[in-house]
């Protein structure tokens, strides 16, 4: 099965300020690097979804230091970059079409934020027929809400999606 490593929304906003912290940050990175340096040991291609707005107020508007993909990832020229303008990183980008156009069956799926652009795009690629993905632990993060802290959040979805949506499997497996 033809596979493709991608990480969503691991930008510099989530490192800049301390009230956007993702939870574990520095272990999530050092993981996804981990899966990155797996990906291109077996030619996997390794794709980054970069949320985009147009909104100058916004942290992730185009071009701003908060927007770029964050510094500590090891990223080459040859890995793709998609921009999303959504929490889905399907809707309204090349996303469908490159997975389609280079035979990619299953997803390895990391990055931010486990409740919104992770979820969003979990369940949009399982209804779009990718319904084998993976998932490692500590690959994914999130920040606090007022409800649940990160971590609350991270297990609820990972219960959520585990078995139904993808397979979470420990870090290393």
Known sequence: MKQALMIVDMQEAFFNHSQNFLYQSD?????????????????????????????????????????????????SPADKVIQKTRWDAFYQTELLDYL??????????????????????????????????IMYKNTQSTISSAILKADEIIRHHEGIWNNRFLTIKEYGE
């Open 27 to 75: 272990l999530v990175v050092s993981n996804i690097n981990g899966l990155i340096e797996q990906a291109r040991q077996k030619d996997i291609p390794v794709i980054f979804i970069q949320h985009t707005t147009q909104d100058e107020q916004d942290g992730f508007f185009e071009g701003s230091e908060d927007w770029q993909l964050h510094k500590n990832l090891l990223r």
């Open 100 to 133: 389609k156009a280079n035979g990619i069956e299953q997803l390895i799926i990391a990055g931010a934020q486990t409740e919104f652009c992770l979820d969003t795009t979990i369940r949009a690629a399982y209804s779009l027929g990718f319904q084998n993905n």
